[in-house]
């Protein structure tokens, strides 16, 4: 785990106050006794996960794209061409939505901001550190314009299934 105590109770107030601002209908799906808390959710996250990453167009229509998702420090950080269109989208229109789904095991799903990185960032050493550890090379190097995006959540909920962790 890459969190801290702190990150943790603020991973915790982010999914309660989500679960809370939820549906019925959702809550009906993610019942108590399928709720993941932040110590959880973590864990379940460890390693690369496949995100389905929601962007903008410009025409405000909604575009779905695959990313490798790690989760840091209670955020997700991913990466992408700068020639991809979820970059161009991303930089004119922050908000995204990204949902981690294993089967019935396993659901994350959260909303928010994408943030680039860059090294003037307190965790960018971190996350660049982490993603090398894991694929054996600096991510950055893998062509001329790679960038690296941390999501600040406004809405964060995880379910654990069968089999799922809670």
């Known amino acids: 785990m890459h969190e801290t105590s702190e990150d943790l109770a603020d991973l915790q107030r982010l999914m309660d106050a989500s679960y809370g601002r939820s549906t019925s209908h959702l809550r009906e799906i993610v ?3 399928h709720r993941l808390d932040a ?43 700068g020639r991809a269109a ?19 095991r396993l659901g994350v799903f959260c909303h928010g901001r994408a943030v680039r990185l860059g090294p003037e960032d307190a965790e960018w ?9 894991h694929y054996g090379s600096d991510p950055t190097g893998w ?14 909920v995880g379910y654990a299934g069968a089999g799922g962790s809670t």
């Open 31 to 33: 019942s108590d006794d």
């Open 39 to 81: 110590v959880g959710l973590v864990q379940a996250l460890q390693g690369m996960k496949v995100l389905s990453l929601a962007t903008v167009t410009a025409g405000g229509e909604p575009r779905v794209s695959a990313v490798d998702g790690h989760f840091l420090r209670g955020r997700w950080t991913f990466g992408t061409d």
């Open 86 to 104: 979820k970059a161009r989208h991303v930089q004119a229109r922050p908000a995204v939505s990204a949902a981690h789904v294993d089967g019935e």
């Open 125 to 133: 050493d971190a996350t660049i550190d982490h993603w090398s550890a």
């Open 143 to 156: 062509g001329d314009d790679v960038r690296m995006y941390r999501i600040e959540p406004t809405w964060l």
